[in-house]
């Protein structure tokens, strides 16, 4: 079983950073592969990051390519989402997501366990 909190979300202006962490408890977060989803009001959830077990692959939406980063540190648990250049179009509530194996993926139905998700909003 894992568990994951995230947190990091915010108010901010478009062209500022954020960078959003989700904690993961379990003993299995260092074999999962992490992935970042974000779903805004009258909206499908989308994909925007996932990152394999070792941090050694990484995968974007093309929305988000170039300005979103995400990173994994095992030792501490932690999956993190850089943002970049923030667009009012990046305003949605983010939610961390894991899965059982280590490959990565940008589906969501493929992810075993969700956080509760953190809002984040980008004023123009």
């Known amino acids: 079983q894992v568990q994951l909190v995230e947190s990091g979300g915010g108010l901010v202006q478009a062209g500022n950073s954020l960078r959003l962490s989700c904690a993961a408890s379990g003993r299995t977060f260092s074999s999962s592969a992490m992935g970042w989803f974000r779903q805004a009001p009258g909206k499908e959830r989308e994909f925007v990051a996932t990152i394999d077990w070792s941090g050694g692959r990484t995968y974007y939406a093309d929305s988000v390519k170039g300005r979103f980063t995400i990173s994994r540190d095992n030792a501490k648990n932690t999956v993190y989402l850089q943002m970049n250049t923030l667009k009012p179009e990046d305003t949605a509530n983010y939610y961390c997501?894991?899965?059982?194996?280590?490959?990565?993926?940008?589906?969501?139905?493929?992810?075993?366990?969700w956080g509760q998700g953190t809002q984040v909003t980008v004023s123009s």
């Open positions: 997501a894991a899965r059982r194996t280590s490959v990565p993926s940008s589906r969501a139905h493929e992810y075993d366990y």
